[in-house]
């Protein structure tokens, strides 16, 4: 057996993710451009955004069912060949049709990114080291997000095509090609993960169901207010991409520290911490307006930026039989949330608008009671999830299982 170079695989994992935060945010850059060029609606360009996000839960649930058949390398190679078939047909794409396959080739190769690479890393990782190398893996989707805004930002700012932008997302998918190439991959740690009954028989456990809700509403925290951030804060008296700017560059720091925080707060108290930080994040910014609204960013940032990477190590340390499929789910579950909430948020906005223009409100004025509105239902989320995390944080308290899984 080859020895296994943790360094490379993990640091191909990091550039995949890096592929997949590209493929987020520098084609959101380039949407107006596409709309141009193709005489597209909004609502098509809607339904192309959402091949992304349909792409990428089919592809990880998929990919978390044969993880331990085909294995992590075979699954990357399957990342590698849709990112890279999406980008080529993104960049000589004849049209809509084009343009949708094109996003759900690459929102699938996003989602084997997620079904291999969860895994992998809690099988290379164990106990604190596990917790402290998932946080530094997912601090690359926001810190990914942040660099490809500024990247096509400034493209687009100096009238460079969108075809050169698409080309910037093959590089970090050739890095990681490059990076996982010839390697030895980690077998399962846990004896038993590699059935597939044993892992459904351990997610239809109490504690499992319980982290599936909790996804849920975790994802849609995260993402509501990130994915309207443009509608809801135009008129605030702060720079929407600054605020989305400033949330991905927090996000991207607090997990890179994710390690030392979990080690001294555990996975069920950064997670209680972070449901308290985010609903006082939302409920601020549905009061303030100006330079306040970055503070409300910040409090916001620090609160939803350890969900997602501590939600995924609970269910390796937690349910560990649960193993790679459990980890997909659970990320696929997050997916599906955030698709699920989108036009029920947009409801929220329409119906706060009617009722504000009912009660004589016009412009400006109009579009920040809307938004400040609708960030004030927000708060419902984190506010459910204060109370889920203080029930898990007392029922998981004296897991004999939990402390034996936390040491090694």
């Known amino acids: ?61 998929i990919g978390g069912l044969v993880y331990h058949s085909v294995g992590p390398r075979i699954i990357m190679n399957v990342a590698f060949v849709a990112h890279t078939l999406g980008i080529l047909m993104t960049i000589f794409a004849g049209g809509y ?78 890095i990681y090609a490059f990076l996982f190439f010839g390697k030895a991959f980690p077998q399962p740690k846990v004896e038993g993960a590699t059935s597939l009954t044993e892992n459904l028989k351990a997610m239809i456990s109490p504690l499992y169901m319980f982290l599936f809700i909790c996804m849920a509403l975790t994802a849609i925290t995260e993402f509501g207010p990130n994915q309207w951030v443009s509608v809801i804060f135009s008129y605030s008296g702060a720079e929407p991409m600054i605020i989305l700017a400033l949330i991905s560059a927090l996000m991207a720091l607090g997990r890179f520290f994710a390690g030392p925080v979990v080690q001294l707060l555990g996975q069920t108290g950064a997670l209680l911490g972070g449901a308290i930080l985010a609903a006082i994040g939302i409920y601020m910014f549905s009061t303030v307006t100006g330079p306040m609204a970055y503070i409300a960013a910040i409090i916001f940032a620090l609160g939803v930026c350890y969900f997602w990477p501590v939600m995924v190590g609970a269910v390796a340390q937690r349910v560990p039989l649960s193993s790679a499929l459990g980890m997909s789910v659970i990320g696929g579950v997050g997916m599906f949330s955030t698709s699920i909430f989108q036009p029920i948020i947009g409801s929220w906005i329409d119906s706060a608008r009617e009722e ?14 809307t938004g400040q509105d609708t960030l004030e239902k927000m708060v419902a989320f984190p506010a459910i999830l204060i109370v889920l995390f203080t029930i898990l944080f007392f029922w998981q308290k004296n897991s004999k299982s939990t402390k034996e899984m936390a040491v090694h």
């Open 356 to 369: 504000k223009m009912a009660s004589g409100l016009m412009g400006e004025a109009l579009e920040l009671a």
């Open 97 to 174: 049709t084009t343009l949708l396959i094109s996003t759900l080739l690459i929102g699938i190769g996003n989602g084997c990114t997620e079904a291999a690479c969860n895994p992998m890393i809690a099988d290379m990782y164990s106990g604190i080291k596990m917790n402290k190398m998932m946080g530094r893996f997912h601090m690359w989707f926001p810190g990914g997000i942040f660099l490809g805004s500024i990247i096509s930002y400034a493209m687009t700012t100096i009238n460079l095509g969108w075809e050169i932008q698409m080309w910037i997302i093959m590089v970090p998918t050739v």
């Open 1 to 61: 057996m080859n020895q296994i170079n943790k360094s490379a695989l993990f640091n191909g994992s990091c550039f995949a993710l890096i592929t997949t935060a590209f493929s987020f945010s520098i084609r959101a850059g380039i949407l107006p451009q596409l709309g141009l060029q193709f005489g597209l609606s909004a609502e098509q360009l809607g339904f192309i955004n959402s091949m992304w996000f349909l792409g990428f839960p089919i592809s990880m649930i």
